[in-house]
């Protein structure tokens, strides 16, 4: 029960055997003769030795001219001097409908008319709709994941002077009461709004027919092979095609064609099924035997909107019941912002896993589309995505990610790397194996990525694509379950509690089969840690646990950290203060803090307009260190942003320079 109600609830769900990525490591350092204990020895070496430096290093790269912001443990956001940052755009603030106002006592409807809970990934679409990355730097929409819901905070009129832990409610227990079961499902998903600067230089949410709330009730189209498979039919859709909902919604993805990817990550833990043995599609994902986060399928009016997160089997055939719902769940789900009455579509040729997010390279015409994307839970994979069809700008698409192929990363002991098709009726994925066709292999893409001996990495979250060199950076962001026994020069640390990133360039192009990879950074305290120079990092540069990444077209690599609030503070966590975000040279590996958060959130969703001169950013669950305690007191950790006796509330931050310059530089 305790690590369901944990926020940051990532199931170990991978029995498979497969190599850690800590062996692998382990023997690439030592097959390359480094010594042991040397940190350094495990960055930035095997791009020099292969040449592919030379070519990633053509430039000097973008400078990083702020002062760095020190480690900070109050309750506010730090920018460097000479930036100002303005919260634009908080949770419950209204979008749409008859725009009803934020209060701590706002309906489940209400709830639905305003923004949602613990922002994550986003993006800023510049108005005139033609392109994701140019036009307006000053009017566009913006979309943004509301990743889950701290229930104490969200029902903060009815729970105020109860003792609840950050994902309690009063009726968790025994039946729950339908309208807060409909605030917390419309507190979930994805926002729509637009954001205009006005003559005053402020930023706001203007109303605007395009604005929507996307729920966790809103009907979606299931598309690629897994559409009208016998995996996906409910009572809800027969014929497998449609589902209900997104959930989990962490990082996101921007598409060539100007559309929106909302990830599904920790979407398991919202399902139950009682019923016995489990089927692997259920199993392998930590769909719970007893109970769910928030027991929606307890919900006292019996709806089938809420009794849907039953899997457990109840007719004689998948179309009488919802054992197949957590199915319909696990992939990525396209939104077309600039359409309102478009239906999300989820894109199951990209796979059914805890998606993080989703990463596009930059598309080329008349070559393939290709995307990449994590599998963020303890040892599992890094995949990627070629298209069958060419990119074809102006003409393409979303259902160009509806045939092609999914790959899982193999990282050799070399510094080389395979990608591993999973394709039906290849390389054992078939009959033998329990896969009867492309479409099983996808609803259980990780079971498929087992057999094919895919490395199993220290939780992937967020990639990002070089512009110019179209090197791939992944950060890793810890992995706490790691075992003294596999430490090494390379993983010095069991658990590897501080994260690192990883960098790799395809041969061949982007679709390529092979690639080499290299580590850009081992983030740590002064003394575990090491930049891409093998220096270690310092008081301007140390963090830990990236999450968020992103390389803006400047080539400014950012870096957004989530400790946990179960260990921010505190212990080995200490050094670090507040999660924060840092910024840095792909090319010299040098990295300054860039900014700190308030007390218990996560900095994640980071963006700028296309001129470059105004940022987005993301702080998420403020006050989340709150005890149980100290809620029934009343004394939230966090009063962020709106200060006084207020409930916390995750918010979009709008960061400049007060000279109006670009960001970074
Ligand atoms: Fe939602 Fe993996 O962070
Ligand atoms: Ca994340
Ligand atoms: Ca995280």
Wanted: glycine share 12%; with cysteine; net charge negative.
């Amino acid at each position: 029960m305790r690590d369901l109600l944990d926020p940051d609830y990532e199931p170990e769900c991978n029995r498979s055997g497969n190599t850690p990525f800590a062996q692998v490591f382990s023997a690439r350092i030592g097959r390359r003769g480094f010594l042991q204990g040397s940190l350094g020895a495990a960055v930035g070496g095997l791009f020099a030795s292969t040449g592919v430096a030379h070519a990633l290093q053509a430039s000097a790269g973008p400078t990083l001219g702020f002062a760095p912001v020190p480690v900070n443990t109050a309750d506010t956001l730090v920018v460097p001097q000479g930036y100002e940052a303005r919260v634009i755009y908080r949770w419950g603030d209204p979008i749409t409908g008859a725009m009803p106002a934020y209060s701590p006592g706002n309906t489940g409807a209400e709830q639905g008319e305003q923004a949602g809970m613990h922002h994550d990934g986003m993006h800023f679409f510049p108005i005139e709709g033609d392109d994701p990355w140019q036009g307006s730097s000053t009017d566009g929409l913006l979309v943004v994941n509301h990743e889950y819901i701290e229930p104490r905070f969200l029902h903060a009129g009815a729970m105020r002077g109860q003792a609840m832990s950050g994902s309690e409610t009063p009726d968790h227990q025994g039946p729950r009461d339908p309208e807060m079961v409909l605030k917390e499902m419309n507190a979930h998903g994805v926002s729509i709004a637009r954001i205009r600067e006005g003559e005053d230089g402020q930023w706001r949410i203007v109303a605007d027919p395009r604005n929507r709330r996307i729920t966790a009730l809103t009907e979606m189209a299931i598309a690629g092979p897994v559409r009208g498979s016998d995996l996906v039919k409910t009572k809800f859709s027969p014929e497998g095609e449609r589902t209900r909902g997104t959930l989990s919604n962490c990082a996101h993805g921007v598409t060539p064609w100007n559309t929106y990817m909302a990830a599904e990550e920790n979407w398991s833990g919202y399902f139950v099924n009682t019923g016995g043995d489990l089927p692997r599609e259920h199993a392998r994902y930590g769909v719970r035997t007893d109970v769910s986060r928030h027991n929606w399928h307890r919900s006292a009016d019996g709806s089938d909107a809420c009794v849907r997160f039953d899997a457990t089997p109840a007719a004689d055939a998948p179309e009488g019941d919802y054992r197949n719902e957590p199915n319909t769940y696990g992939w990525m789900v396209e939104i077309d912002p600039f359409d309102p009455l478009s239906m999300p579509v989820k894109r199951t040729t990209l796979g059914r896993f805890a998606h993080e997010g989703v990463v596009f390279a930059p598309a080329e015409a008349g070559e393939p589309v290709v995307c990449y994307s994590g599998d963020d839970a303890r040892g599992e994979y890094i995949y990627k995505f070629v298209s069958a069809a060419a990119y074809a700008p102006g003409q393409t698409r979303g259902d160009i990610l509806d045939e092609g192929v999914l790959y899982a990363a193999k990282f050799n002991a070399d510094g080389t790397g395979d990608w591993l098709a999973l394709i039906h009726g290849e390389n054992g994925l078939d009959e033998t194996n329990g896969f009867a066709s492309q479409a099983d292999v996808l609803v259980n893409t990780r079971t498929a990525a087992d057999l094919l001996g895919a490395t199993p990495m220290d939780r992937p979250e967020w990639g990002t694509v070089d512009p110019q060199t179209r090197a791939v950076y992944f950060t890793l962001t810890n992995n706490a379950e790691r075992t003294a026994g596999e430490t090494d020069a390379a993983n010095p640390r069991g658990p590897n509690l501080f994260g690192q990133i990883i960098r790799w360039h395809e041969d061949g192009g982007q679709a390529g089969q092979t690639f080499r990879w290299d580590l850009f950074v081992i983030a740590g305290p002064e003394g575990d840690s090491a930049d891409m120079n093998g220096e270690a990092l310092d008081a301007d540069s140390l963090f830990c646990s990236p999450d968020g990444l992103w390389m803006d077209a400047h080539r400014r690599l950012w870096i957004q950290t989530d400790i946990s609030e179960s260990v921010m503070n505190r212990g080995p966590f200490e050094a670090f203060g507040n999660n924060m975000m840092l910024a840095a040279n792909p090319e010299t590996g040098e990295i300054r803090r860039f900014l700190t958060g308030p007390v218990g959130q996560e900095i994640t969703g980071v963006v700028t307009t296309p001129d470059h001169r105004t940022m987005f950013i993301n702080v998420q669950h403020p006050g989340a260190t709150t005890s149980r305690e100290d809620f029934a007191a009343g004394r939230f950790s966090s009063r962020w942003p709106d200060g006084g006796d207020s409930v916390p509330r995750s918010a979009t931050v709008m960061i400049r320079r007060i000279d109006r310059g670009v960001v970074g530089a």
